[in-house]
């Protein structure tokens, strides 16, 4: 089945700057990969998400990217806001149906 | 436009009990989904349904845990003789009958085993 890894764990940033999650996946048929933000105690809330035909998404201050031949997504948060800080978890769907594979995830302080 | 409703929020229950959770899917949404999240980490899947029917229940265990989505009313994911390591948090999430289509999350169910 599906396994995605999710990189870094934890991620301490300065109130402005880039941050940037990775993932890699290892079903060369996974066809979709959303990424989700989850405060404490929150449902996980969808933030963006990217089809294989693309390969670069961006909606104001984040962006994912997606390189199909390393099998391996970004998220990249630019002009980071306390409010940013959040668990944030990549995923994605692989061959066998429509359930999703998550990463670990990674928590994101950002430093005011 | 009302999202993916969990209920109960918080559910205690002592070992040997049985847990029900329940999700009733965004409007318009035929497709449910139920993953477990364990304390600091990330989301598992457990089974996908359609109305009235298992799609794919690879990520349950095979004993004491068991889902259904009826024709009328909620999803429904029922653990019987509950144990401590029952305790997390259950999500559902929901997504229209197109496939390929985001999915959206209710707020969970946090189950405490005592």
């Known amino acids: 089945g599906e396994n995605v890894e999710q990189h870094p764990s934890t991620l301490s940033v300065q109130e402005g700057d880039s941050a940037v999650i990775k993932c890699t996946y290892s079903?060369?048929?996974?066809?979709?990969f959303p990424w989700y933000k989850q405060e404490l105690g929150k449902r996980p809330q969808l933030i963006i998400d990217i089809r294989s035909n693309v390969g670069e998404k961006k909606d104001q201050r984040i962006a994912v990217t997606l390189n199909k031949t390393a099998k391996h997504f970004s998220l990249h948060i630019t002009e980071t806001q306390p409010e940013d800080s959040a668990v944030y978890f990549c995923?994605?769907?692989?061959?066998?149906?429509?359930?999703?594979?998550f990463g670990t995830g990674t928590r994101l302080a950002v430093r005011p | 436009n009302a999202g993916v409703m969990q209920n109960p929020r918080h559910l205690v229950r002592r070992r040997g009990q049985e847990a029900r959770l329940r999700c009733s899917p965004m409007?318009?949404?035929?497709?449910v989904y139920w993953y477990r999240q364990l304390p600091e980490e990330g989301l598992k899947f457990m089974v996908y349904?359609?109305?009235?029917?298992?799609?794919?229940e690879s990520g349950m265990p095979k004993e004491r845990f068991s889902a259904e989505f009826p024709k009328e009313g909620p999803s429904i994911l029922r653990i019987q003789q509950v144990v401590r390591g029952d305790s997390a948090a259950y999500f559902c999430a929901s997504s229209p009958r197109d496939l390929g289509q985001p999915q959206h999350f209710g707020d969970g169910t946090r189950l405490s085993i005592l």
């Open positions: 349904l359609q109305k009235e029917n298992i799609i794919d």
């Open positions: 079903d060369s048929a996974s066809n979709y």
């Open positions: 409007k318009g949404h035929s497709h």
């Open positions: 995923a994605a769907k692989g061959s066998s149906g429509d359930k999703l594979t």
